[in-house]
């Protein structure tokens, strides 16, 4: 019986297969682990605050309204948590969750105003809705005592932060790799926590 080719190709394109040994799974598994062991040392960004959405499928804010300014909103999957102020209105002030540097800042309509810390070995995370434009340029070196404010720019429906990570382009999720969540920092109804500290959305 002959082994399965795993480099097989054909006309320069990859032979598309079905894994009968469950290699593609344990690799997967492998890689996970990896990049958790890889991890840089990351905080949460705020003492205080409120979670109130985590990574998956959720509604979430398209667009706003030109002219009326309402958001309108439809079924997506979200990429990262979402961190509400302690106290709901204000535009909190948050720190990076790890030294870098700035790889990538500005504004659009989806992000408003943001920055992306390359915090090295392929690691970067991304802060969306800041409330003011970056106080930092492209290359500049940032820790824990950088960061900026929560705000309301781009498609955003309220203040507060929204924080991705990523391992060589992959979204990763957050809570994961942010240590202990701080006891200032709770869940808002809708949202789960399993024993590893996975934040989830409840309500999909």
Partial sequence: MEAT?????????????????????????????KAIDSAPKFTYPVEKGRITSAPGSREQIEYKDRNTGRPRFTKATHDGIDIAPEKPGEHQPFHYIGKGKII???????????????????????????????????????????????????????????????????????SIFLGERPEGVTLTTGIGETAEGVLFNENK
């Fill in 5 to 33: 080719n795993w480099c097989s190709y054909t006309s320069n394109n990859p032979v598309k297969y079905v894994d009968p040994n469950g290699k593609e799974s344990a690799d997967a598994s492998y890689n996970w682990h």
């Fill in 104 to 174: 990538d800042s500005g504004n659009n309509k989806i992000r408003g105003n943001y920055d992306t810390v390359d915090h090295g070995n392929g690691w970067k995370s991304t802060y969306f809705h800041e409330g003011m434009p970056s106080l930092y340029k492209k290359g500049n070196s940032v820790d824990t005592r950088n960061g900026a404010s929560m705000g309301n720019t781009g498609a955003s429906a309220g203040i507060h932060l929204h924080l991705e990570i990523r391992k060589n382009g992959e979204l990763m999720d957050p």
